[in-house]
């Protein structure tokens, strides 16, 4: 079993910086992937960036060049370094870790960028 917790979240202006972290235990072993989803109200899920278990990075168009996603060296917790905010970031954001066909997912965390 994994278990994944995120913090971090906030209330922030526009052009403002967050910082989300999210701290993985349990389990991890092999190929996995880990992931930042988030869901604005009225919205679908987007997957926001990634980082696989050989540290390649992925990130959705909307947050390229904002956002940066990385690990500690335990590779335990994962970040996500979030610059340059925009009302449209505002959403909850939901950690994930995609490992041997399993999902395992946090309980979110709020961002609000709003004046």
């Known amino acids: 079993q994994v278990q994944l917790v995120e913090s971090g979240g906030g209330l922030v202006q526009p052009g403002g910086s967050l910082r989300l972290s999210c701290a993985a235990s349990?389990?991890?072993?092999?190929?996995?992937?880990m992931n930042w989803y988030r869901q604005a109200p009225g919205k679908q899920r987007e997957l926001v960036a990634l980082?696989?278990?050989?540290?390649?990075?992925n990130y959705a168009d909307s947050v390229k060049g904002r956002f940066t996603i990385s690990r500690d060296n335990a590779k335990t917790t994962v970040n996500l370094q979030m610059n340059s905010l925009k009302p449209e970031d505002t959403a909850v954001y939901y950690c994930?870790?995609?490992?041997?066909?399993?999902?395992?997912w946090g309980q979110g965390t709020q961002v609000t960028v709003s004046l």
């Open positions: 980082i696989t278990s050989t540290d390649a990075t």
């Open positions: 994930n870790l995609a490992q041997l066909g399993k999902d395992y």
């Open positions: 349990g389990t991890i072993i092999g190929i996995y992937v």
